[in-house]
């Protein structure tokens, strides 16, 4: 019990951070989550798939790409192999406005894991990651 309000107690302090850098810039933390996980993807996907790496309920995720699209930093494109999927992608203006509130968020993630050695930090990443494929 110790170690999942241990987990609690970090995660909640982290997020306050990555806020407060949020609230600085034209993006909210959830709005870059998924700025920054389209570009690691480097190629237009589907809802679902961007859902599935990102651990979203579908109407969390419908909300915040219909906020997204309507402001321009994410485009919908039909497949070329199904019409019926539409795929996520990018648009400048969404590049440029991730890469705009980058530094400052990856500066605090530096921050926040300064406490760990680079090998402590694998390792925990190893184990989170081996909790979160238990828990889908």
Known sequence: MELIV?????TAAGE???DEVHR?????KGDFDILASLF??????SAARLRDAMFMSKGGMSARLASL???GLVRTEV??????VKLLALTESGRSALEAALP?????????????SADEQSELLRLVTKLADRLK
Do not use: W, Y
């Open 24 to 28: 600085q810039s034209a993006l909210k």
């Open 104 to 116: 400052a968020h990856v500066r605090v993630e530096r921050e926040l894991m300064a406490a760990l």
């Open 69 to 71: 699209e309507d402001r």
């Open 6 to 10: 241990r987990l609690n107690s970090v």
């Open 79 to 84: 497949s070329g192999s199904d019409a019926r």
């Open 40 to 45: 690691r993807m480097d190629i237009p996907c």
């Open 16 to 18: 306050r951070r990555l």
